[in-house]
């Protein structure tokens, strides 16, 4: 596995360190699922992300508070897969929140939208279910509160900013986690500079920055009324201290505002974790 270490500084009586993963994108099938999951999985599949999820975990276990999965851990919606993220989750020092492929039913065949994500949620409730939260989630680690927010269609909603602010009541340094990250300026840049898109998958984008993008990834991915009310409220929120995502398979590390980091980091389908040490 390929390790990335960071070091958050907010004052912390004893340190809490974190294995931040995202994106392991696993492609299990079995007998259970049917040959257009098995296609896909034959297509995608690649043993070693499972090598590196094993790697991540142990690693955890042995040397971090807790082991953050941001999302995709699943590539698609199949039996095997379920099971597996289902044994991955409920691991004790396992944190998760679900990305946009941990509901895609075969990857792209359809238009991603609340109904979408909701009939898959039962499909997998349907196969067992993966025994955690997966649109809204939050831990005690240490003298941190892990919040965890379902953003993987690009929008967040009002509902949800609503739990946020009872989980920040708690009093605690909130260290928020999602699929999607928000807009950054260098962020945005780099996305284009490094793989030039036809956008650049990340949340509350405004009408200027949503120009290069082309018509279909525009309508997507802009930020809808509750998104831009949830992007000021964490903006302004100085007990939540900084955010980690994925989504975007690189890691960057930028600041929101001056007391406000944002981590993306890379895919963990090529073994890609990051340890963050808050002290
Ligand atoms: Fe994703």
Wanted: glycine residues 6%; contains cysteine.
């Amino acid at each position: 596995m390929k390790l990335e270490k960071s070091t958050l500084e907010i004052v912390l009586e004893r340190p809490v360190k974190l294995l931040h993963v995202t994106d392991t994108h696993l492609t299990l099938v079995d007998e259970r699922d049917n040959e257009r999951k098995h296609a896909l999985a034959k297509r995608l599949r690649d043993p070693d992300k499972e090598k590196y999820l094993c790697e991540q975990l142990d690693y955890a276990r042995e040397n971090c508070d807790l082991l953050v999965h941001t999302g995709d851990l699943m590539d698609f919606v199949s039996h095997a897969n379920v099971e597996k993220a289902r044994e991955v989750v409920s691991d004790e020092k396992v944190f998760f929140i679900a990305g946009n492929h941990d509901y895609s039913q075969y990857v792209g065949e359809a238009w991603e939208d609340k109904a979408y994500r909701m009939n898959s949620y039962m499909e997998i409730e349907r196969m067992g279910g993966l025994g955690v939260p997966m649109l809204f989630n939050s831990r005690v680690a240490g003298g941190v509160n892990i919040v965890g927010i379902d953003n993987s269609y690009y929008l967040f909603e009002d509902w949800q900013i609503v739990r946020l602010k009872k989980e920040v009541e708690k009093g605690l340094p909130v260290i928020l986690t999602f699929h999607d990250p928000l807009f950054e300026q260098s962020l945005y840049d780099y996305h284009y500079e490094h793989s030039p898109e036809d956008c650049t998958y990340i949340v509350g984008c405004d009408e200027e920055h949503l120009l290069r993008y082309s018509e279909f990834r525009a309508y997507q991915q802009r930020p809808d009324e509750p998104t831009l009310r949830m992007i000021d409220y964490i903006k302004s929120e100085p007990l939540i201290k900084a955010i980690l995502t994925g989504h975007l398979h690189f890691s960057f590390e930028s600041r929101l505002t001056p007391t406000l980091t944002q981590y993306v980091t890379g895919g963990a389908y090529d073994g890609t974790c990051r340890e963050l040490t808050i002290v």
